[in-house]
C-alpha cells in the first residue's frame, strides 16, 4: 500500500495534503464555464463563489429547505447537496437564467401578482423547483402542486401566494398544451 504523502515541514501527526483542484465544465445559463476546484466543493458554493451567481441562497445547506434549488439538464436539485464535479460537463439553470430585467419569466411574473413572497430570501429555490415541476409535468391540482413543492420552505409563510402563482403558470401551460 502507497502512504499517504504528507505536508513535509508539518512533523509527526501532520494531516495529509488536500488533494488537488479539478477541472470542472459547467454550462450556467448557456455559458460554459470552466472552473477549478476542490473535489468537495457543492455545486452551490460553485455558483455563488466561483461563478458570481449569487440568485442561488444557502440556506440549511442540508438540502432541507430548498432555498438553494437549481434546475441540472431541466430537473430540479438541491445545489447543496451535490458535488460540482458530480455535474461536470451539465446544463445547470439558476434563477439568474430563467428571466431577466424587463422581460420575466412567467413564474418570475407570477410571483410578483400574487405577492408570492415578503422577504424574498427563498423565492429563487421556489421558483426553480416550480420550473422543475412544471418540466416533470406531474402537477396539474393545487393539492398535488403542494405536495411536489413541499422541499421548498418559506419562513414567512407565503404559500398562499406561492401556490396561486405556481397554479397560474401551470394552467397556462395546459392551454399551450
Known sequence: MKP??????AGFGALPEPPATGNVTLIINGVRREMQLAP?????????????????????DHGQCGSCTVLVNGKRINSCLTLAVMQDGNEV?????????????????????????????????????????????????EDEIRELMSGNLCRCGAYVGILAAVKEVVDKQKVKL
Open 4 to 9: 499517504t504523502p504528507t505536508i513535509p515541514s
Open 93 to 141: 439553470t439558476t434563477i439568474e437564467g430563467l428571466g431577466q430585467e424587463g422581460n420575466l419569466h412567467p413564474l418570475q411574473q407570477a410571483f410578483i401578482d400574487h405577492d408570492a413572497f415578503q422577504c424574498g430570501y427563498c423565492t429563487p429555490g421556489q421558483i426553480c423547483s416550480a420550473q422543475g415541476l412544471i418540466n416533470e409535468g406531474r402537477a396539474h391540482t
Open 40 to 60: 468537495w466543493t457543492s455545486l452551490l458554493d460553485a455558483l455563488r463563489e466561483y461563478a458570481d451567481l449569487t440568485g442561488t441562497k444557502k440556506g440549511c
